[in-house]
């Protein structure tokens, strides 16, 4: 039980299931969700593959999707685009990173450019990716140069527009007292505005790993002939949907895990944005 429950334990009396939720210890928070993931797979396997109450070739049970995956594995067609879509993720995301940082920086400090790039960035930010699709296509031709360039769309802007918004919302009272004990411009930012900006970065980085894999995706089910999404569209269309199941659940696991290595990052280099996080 001690490995379950933080110290003192959870008191389910004072707050209901939500109070007895937050006072789980780390250890059995994971085991509940474990819990919850094993039951409805469970279900999900007996509604579909014990009684039979869904076709099985449009939404194949989890059993059936084991051996999908099995399958794509052993035929070395996993690895292959997985491969692809990986070193197309990597460059679009990196390629955001070194562009949205400095230019959300910029726009957080100054008026001006905010009012120029602003706009701009908000509207490309509010139109759905597969609408670019089509351009990418038209721009760079077949292969992974459209998957790249959806990437580099769907995750530049959650970067800049998140940072910009940080040093936008620093606290007037940590500026005027950090001139009043005699800090340079320099010093404001090194100490005050940056440091500000941290959590307002890694929120846009979460935010970035699931738009540029959804960019990944869509730009790779159509026009593509390797890659995660290409590998997906031509399981299904050839109703292969334990394969398309599986293919999707190693993107689903791609992404969540990006995300947790996001935080943990976070968690090392600047603990306090974490601070009452349990």
Known sequence: MSVLFATGGPRVGRGGAAAWLAGLSTGGKAAVIAVEVFLVLLVWQLVVGYWGLINPVFFPPPLAIAQGFAEIVANGTLAANAAVSLQAWLTGFTIAVIVGIPVGLLMGASLPVDKVVGPIAWTIYATPAIAYQPLAKAWFGFGIGPVIFLVVVSALFPIMLNIAAGMRTTSPSL????????????????????PSTVPFLFAGLRQAVVLATIGMVVAELSGSSSGMGALIIRAANTYQTDQAFAAIGVVVCWS???????????????????????
């Open 175 to 194: 500026l005027r007292a950090a001139r009043v004990y005699g800090g340079s411009q320099l010093d404001l930012y090194r100490r005050v505005f940056l």
């Open 256 to 278: 969540v895990g990006m995300t947790g290595v996001v935080t943990l990052i976070e968690r090392r280099v600047a603990p306090w944005t974490r601070k009452g996080s349990r």
